[in-house]
């Protein structure tokens, strides 16, 4: 018999790839989310799969799935920062009332489940590069904090899940990923340096540039996820590419691999903002036998593709919903 997996959050970028990801692996897929930021366009050529089911529920209120579940990918939150700065309460209750709900979904199925942290709860690192004992340096009541805490108290509580009931948890702490279906002005580096390429405006940079990013193509990430989950590991693990790069070289890459000659314009570096952002992965690397494998160069042109095979209407779409 299959196995089945609930995804929360799976209209989503992320959620959307694993969805494809774990059809492709022959598993019965329940998809949930309540597209206050998730596009339902990312799954519709999944309607027709006799394997595929999608429910609109908000995670955060009581609700019931019927079927048995074997395995669970909580992804339900807002990840960008334009995004939990317009909806921080839904974004911290996500993070909180929503984990419990599906922590209890887990428990009563005796299902496993793998929740996404992310790099954020490393805060502005003071450690470099960032291995999982790293404790972090975040600023709760920042305008970062209403998603840095979020993830931190989904750590936790799942932790506690683990320790008090036996729940089988496993926790992936991912690093900046990128690929299609990123929504072209969510406010993150990508998509934001291939919109404004493609407009021909442009290409904004914060501070003077020096701060760094890694970057992960969504075909490695899932992957790794997909690895992490059938593994016996149920501490926090890093997911995401070492290789590091500044954001000033790195629209200067994005510029000279599209073939245009956008400036480059500087504004004000945000509050809280990482200046260094590169994952440890030995224990990736050593425990699921997991790197990435996709170049930047490779990665960066599959999605450059997909942005400029959007219509002149989606590139030139409000920030998001919010406004």
Same mark, same amino acid.
């Given at each position: ?27 019965? $897929? ?7 930021? &998730? ?17 609109? #529920?908000? #995670?955060?209120?009581?609700?019931? #799935?019927?079927?048995? #579940? ?23 209750? $996500? ?40 404790? &972090? ?6 305008? =970062? &904090?209403?998603?840095?805490?979020a993830k931190r108290f989904q750590e936790a509580l799942t932790t506690a ?51 760094? =990013? ?25 997911? &995401? ?23 480059? $314009? ?27 494998? $996709?170049? =930047? ?27």
């Open positions: 018999m299959k196995k089945t997996v609930l995804i929360t959050g799976a209209a989503g970028f992320i959620g959307s790839h694993l969805c494809d990801y774990f059809i492709s692996k022959n598993y019965k $897929v329940i998809a949930v989310d309540n597209l206050i930021t &998730g596009n339902l366009q990312n799954l519709t050529h999944l309607n027709s799969n006799i394997d595929f089911k999608f429910k609109e #529920i908000d #995670i955060t209120c009581d609700f019931y #799935i019927e079927d048995s #579940i074997d395995f669970i990918l909580h992804f339900a939150s807002p990840a960008s920062p334009i995004d939990y700065l317009k909806i921080p309460l839904e974004t911290l209750r $996500v993070g909180s009332l929503g984990t419990e709900n599906i922590l209890k979904i887990a428990l009563k199925n005796n299902a496993r489940i793998l929740i996404a942290s992310t790099s954020e709860v490393y805060g502005d690192p003071l450690v470099h590069p960032q291995p999982e004992e790293y404790f &972090g340096n975040v600023n709760p009541v920042g305008p =970062r &904090g209403v998603y840095d805490e899940y683990h320790t008090f009931h036996g729940l089988d948890i496993r926790i992936a702490r991912i690093f900046n990923t990128y690929g299609s279906r990123m929504r072209v002005n969510d406010g993150r580096a990508i998509p934001a340096f291939m919109g404004q390429v493609l407009r021909e405006e442009s290409l904004t940079v914060f501070g003077d540039g020096s701060q760094t =990013r890694s970057f992960c193509f969504i075909e490695d990430l899932v992957d790794g996820i997909y690895k992490l989950l059938h593994s016996n590991y149920t501490k926090p693990m890093n997911l &995401g590419n070492p290789e590091e790069i500044a954001m000033i070289d790195f629209a200067k890459e994005i510029i000279a691999m599209s073939g245009t000659k956008n400036k480059i $314009v500087f504004k004000s570096l945000p509050l809280n903002d990482p200046i260094k952002r590169k994952p440890d992965i030995a224990k990736a690397m050593r425990i699921l036998n997991w790197q990435p494998l $996709v170049s =930047r160069k490779k990665g960066l042109k599959k999605t450059y593709k997909y942005f400029k095979s959007l219509s002149l209407k989606e590139l030139n779409k409000k920030i998001n919903k919010f406004e």
